[in-house]
């Protein structure tokens, strides 16, 4: 799976095969241990500071507050590039704000990589300046890749708010009344690392 153009895609394979394993032990016991070779920003991913600033919090120094079970909001938005009107009226403090574009419905397909939507410079900034904890977007990059800058991720990864692009599903959550965890491994030195991210909702 290729989740970003130019980057390579994992290899997933067996380190240590049961078959290998076999002759190790006089039970019958065996066992597989995998391996695999990927870049960071792979399938569904959150990006730490360190990401965009040399001297941002790395994956290993994010807080948990910021990454597991955090009061969330969807927010539903359809233009190509979302601006800060998409959010006025919406409580985003202490949130994890989902922007719920539908984007998704392309994962995995070459549809994906090109004309998704992403958040303006002035949604971003809004984000921040509400205090939102977390931002997630179910598109190929929550800023526009058809340019050259990144005014998003430099926005909210300035602020200290953890990003996660490629997200998928948000469409089956409530506006609110969910929580969402979306925690990678604490790996020191990485900007981003895949997540396992899901939803509990509630009542």
């Known amino acids: ?24 032990y006089d039970d019958g016991a065996t066992f597989q241990i995998g391996r ?27 807080p948990l507050g910021r990454l597991a079970a ?16 998409a959010f006025e009226g919406c409580d985003l403090a202490g949130k994890a704000v989902l ?15 090109h004309g998704h939507p992403f958040l303006t410079e002035a949604a971003a900034r809004l984000l921040a300046d509400a205090g939102a904890l977390f931002v ?19 926005v909210l990864l300035g602020a200290g708010i953890p990003i996660c692009e490629h997200m998928c599903n948000i469409g089956a959550l409530p506006r609110d009344g969910f929580r969402v965890s ?12 895949p997540v396992r991210a899901l939803a509990e909702v509630q009542g």
């Open 99 to 113: 922007v719920h574009t539908g984007w998704d419905r392309h994962w995995r397909t070459p549809a994906y990589f």
């Open 136 to 154: 997630g977007i179910d598109s190929y990059n929550i800023d526009d890749t058809s340019g050259r800058t990144r005014p998003v991720h430099t």
């Open 36 to 62: 695999i070779d990927m870049v960071a920003n792979t399938g569904t991913y959150v990006d730490a500071p360190f990401h965009r600033f040399a001297d941002g919090d790395d994956i290993a120094a994010l």
């Open 182 to 193: 979306a925690v990678p491994a604490p790996v020191v030195g990485m900007g981003s690392f």
């Open 1 to 24: 799976m290729v989740t970003y153009e130019g980057l390579p895609g994992p290899l997933v394979c067996d380190y240590w095969s049961r078959e290998q394993s076999r002759a190790r």
């Open 70 to 85: 955090m009061p969330a909001i969807r927010v539903q938005c359809d233009a190509p590039a979302i601006d800060a009107d």
